[in-house]
């Protein structure tokens, strides 16, 4: 079983351009179960998180708003 906890995910959101943008990801994404980490690249459209479930942290940036593309 692998441990959730230290497991990063990688999300591309590209819909992100602004710094409003990725505080309203990052305030949505912390707030999920789980999760201990949120970094945005608003460059690359990238947001990595450490812990949480996938599912959950999709609901939390489609709650901020904003469309994830699978990768």
Known sequence: MTDVQNQAQTFTVPGMSC???VSA???EV???DGVTSVDVD???KIVTVVGG???AI???IDE???DT???
Request: glycine share 12%.
């Open 19 to 21: 710094g409003h943008c």
């Open 25 to 27: 990801v990052t305030e």
């Open 30 to 32: 912390s707030g999920v």
């Open 42 to 44: 608003l460059d690359t």
């Open 53 to 55: 479930a996938r599912e």
């Open 58 to 60: 999709v609901a939390a």
């Open 64 to 66: 901020a708003g904003y």
């Open 69 to 71: 593309v699978d990768q």
